[in-house]
Structures are given as structure tokens and as C-alpha cells.
């Protein structure tokens, strides 16, 4: 079946970076986007950004422009989430979700990971 | 930016009632772009709805999704234990994606 499987919690110090897999599952990798969303505790949802799984493009949103990168590994089917310059108001849940649109760009978010935890704190 | 203003906060019904939860624009959404999502307890979200008024696949029929323009809605026509969640919606017809501050839906 379709799943997309993330990397386990993280746990920074501030000013470090984080990287965060998810490996894909069940469909074409390269026939789909991927999206990143966080959500902090207790707190609702953020769109951080899109890669194409079919030729790495991307669009960020503008709040994370310059600390945010995401890429993709297609022999392994897995999509990078990194961010950089890390407070502790990147303390959140980090999900990665699959467009549900073949080849397009719908932004809609068809599938999701499990999720990653990550900890910002000194 | 589109920011979408979810209402009510949280939504507390007994199970088999009705329940309407609604999604307001700050611009219109068009072509329906509007999605809606549901995050039970300790779980990632899960799509309901997309194009204002589709269900995803696998969703129950009891729920429903319509609107347009910069008033959407989506209703829940009876209310059981599992539908307990925070329900989300998404714009998706410009950057940057945006999503509504969520409205809970509790079992009395």
C-alpha cells in the first residue's frame, strides 16, 4: 500500500541544523510532489514547502526561505526535509505529505507520514 | 496571503446529530480550491475533502463538503465516537498554502 515512512524524533541544540527523511512506498516516486508541513505543540497546521519528486523542484514558502532545503534521493525514494539556524520555535511536528494529484501540482495533500518530532532546546 | 478563520473554536454535539463546521476567506478561493482534513488524537491528518465537495477515497458519506467563493462548509450528518478530531481547512489556490486554525469536534 502507499506510505511514506519518516525518520525518528530529533532532539537540537539552538542554531543547529536538522535533516528529516521519509521514504516513499507503494506508487512511482517520481510521478508525485512532496510536501512539508510542521506543526507545533498544541498548534495548528504549517505548509513549509513542495519538491517535485521528478526533477527536484521546489517552492518554499517565503517564511522559511534561506534556512530550508529540501531534496530527494530517487534510487531510494526518499525526500530530505533540512532546516537550519534552529530556535525553539522549530520545536514541532515535521510531516512530509504526497500530493494526490499524478505528475500535477494540486496541493492537496493525499498522504501523509507519521511525522517527526523535533526538539529545539539547549 | 489567504487566511482562512475556522468557526467555531470547538463544537460539542451528542452522537447522531448534525454537526456544521465552517471555513471563511479572507480572499475568494477559486475554482474551489478549498481542502479539508481530520487529525484524530496523536495522529497526522488525513484528507476528507478536496475541491470544496469530493471525498477522498475511503471517506464515510455522512461526510459532506460545499461552498465556494470565500464561504465553505463542511457538515458531518451524524455524528459518531470516531469522528472525535480537529478538522482543518486548506486553500490551495496560491502561495503560500494556508491552512484554517481548526475547529474540535467533541462527544457530549
Known amino acids: 500500500q502507499v506510505q511514506l515512512v519518516q525518520s525518528g524524533a530529533e532532539v537540537k541544540t539552538p542554531g543547529a541544523s536538522v535533516k528529516v527523511s521519509c521514504k516513499a512506498s507503494g506508487y512511482t516516486f517520481t510521478n508525485y510532489v512532496i510536501n512539508w508541513v510542521r506543526q507545533a505543540p498544541g498548534q495548528g497546521l504549517e505548509w513549509m514547502g513542495w519538491?517535485?519528486?521528478?526533477?527536484?523542484?521546489?517552492e518554499y514558502a517565503q517564511k522559511f526561505q534561506g534556512r530550508v532545503t529540501m531534496t530527494t534521493d530517487t534510487s531510494t525514494s526518499t525526500a530530505y526535509m533540512e532546516l537550519s539556524s534552529l530556535t525553539s520555535d522549530d520545536t514541532a511536528v515535521y510531516y512530509c505529505?504526497?500530493?494526490?494529484?499524478?505528475?500535477?501540482?494540486?496541493?492537496?495533500?493525499?498522504?501523509w507520514g507519521q511525522g517527526t518530532m523535533v526538539i529545539v532546546s539547549s | 496571503e489567504v487566511v482562512l478563520t475556522q468557526s467555531p473554536g470547538t463544537l460539542s454535539l451528542f452522537p447522531g446529530e448534525r454537526a456544521t463546521l465552517s471555513c471563511r476567506a479572507s480572499?475568494?478561493?477559486?475554482?474551489?480550491?478549498l481542502a479539508w482534513y481530520q487529525q484524530k488524537p496523536g495522529q497526522a491528518p488525513r484528507l476528507l475533502i478536496y475541491?470544496?465537495?469530493t471525498r477522498a477515497t475511503g471517506i464515510p458519506d455522512r461526510f459532506s463538503g460545499s461552498g465556494s467563493g470565500t464561504d465553505f462548509t463542511v457538515t458531518i450528518s451524524r455524528l459518531e465516537p470516531e469522528d472525535v478530531a480537529v478538522y482543518y481547512c486548506?486553500?490551495?489556490?496560491?502561495?503560500?498554502?494556508?491552512f484554517g486554525g481548526g475547529t474540535t469536534v467533541e462527544i457530549k
Open positions: 480572499h475568494s478561493v477559486s475554482s474551489s480550491h
Open positions: 519538491i517535485s519528486g521528478y526533477n527536484g523542484n521546489t
Open positions: 475541491a470544496a465537495s
Open positions: 505529505a504526497r500530493d494526490l494529484t499524478v505528475f500535477g501540482a494540486s496541493h492537496v495533500f493525499g498522504i
Open positions: 486548506q486553500q490551495y489556490v496560491v502561495s503560500p498554502l494556508t
